[in-house]
C-alpha cells in the first residue's frame, strides 16, 4: 500500500488545515487509518484514528474537540480537519494504514500494529 500526505503549511495559531492521505489499493475500505506526528527532536506520536467505515474514531487527548478524522472510501482518501491550531501542532504529520483487517470494528492506536505508512506532510503553526 502506497500512502500520499498533503495538506500541510503555515498558518497562524487558531487557524485551520485540512491534512489529506490518498492511499492506493482496491481493499482501502478494509484499512484502518490513522494520522500520528513528529515534532523536532520528539518520537512520533498518535494524533487520531479511523476504523474500517468511519464509525469509529479515536483521538488523544490533546486534540479531542479541535481535529476531525473522516475518510471518503470510494476515493481511497482519509482526511484530518484541524481546527484551532496551536504552536505545540507543529510536527510532521504521518498518515498510516493498518491493512490487515483487525480496525473494522475499532481504530488502531498503536503504531507498530500499521503497516504502511505515508512521507508526511510539515505543518507549522506560528504563534
Known amino acids: 500500500v502506497q500512502l500520499q500526505a498533503s495538506g500541510g503549511g503555515l498558518v497562524q495559531a487558531g487557524g485551520s488545515l485540512m491534512l489529506s492521505c490518498a492511499a492506493s489499493?482496491?481493499?482501502?475500505?478494509?484499512?484502518?487509518m490513522g494520522w500520528f506526528r513528529q515534532a523536532p527532536g520528539k518520537e512520533r506520536k498518535f494524533v487520531a484514528a479511523?476504523?474500517?467505515?468511519?464509525?469509529?474514531?479515536y483521538y488523544v487527548d490533546s486534540v479531542k474537540g479541535r481535529f476531525t478524522i473522516s475518510r471518503d472510501n470510494a476515493k481511497n482518501t482519509v482526511f484530518l480537519r484541524m481546527n484551532s491550531l496551536k504552536p505545540e501542532d507543529t510536527a510532521v504529520y504521518y498518515c498510516?494504514?493498518?491493512?490487515?483487517?483487525?480496525?473494522?470494528?475499532?481504530?488502531?492506536?498503536?503504531?507498530?500494529?500499521?503497516?504502511?505508512w505515508g512521507q508526511g506532510t510539515q505543518v507549522t503553526v506560528s504563534s
Open positions: 498510516a494504514a493498518r491493512t490487515d483487517g483487525s480496525s473494522r470494528y475499532r481504530p488502531t492506536i498503536r503504531a507498530p500494529e500499521y503497516d504502511s
Open positions: 489499493g482496491r481493499t482501502f475500505s478494509n484499512y484502518g
Open positions: 479511523i476504523n474500517w467505515g468511519g464509525s469509529s474514531t
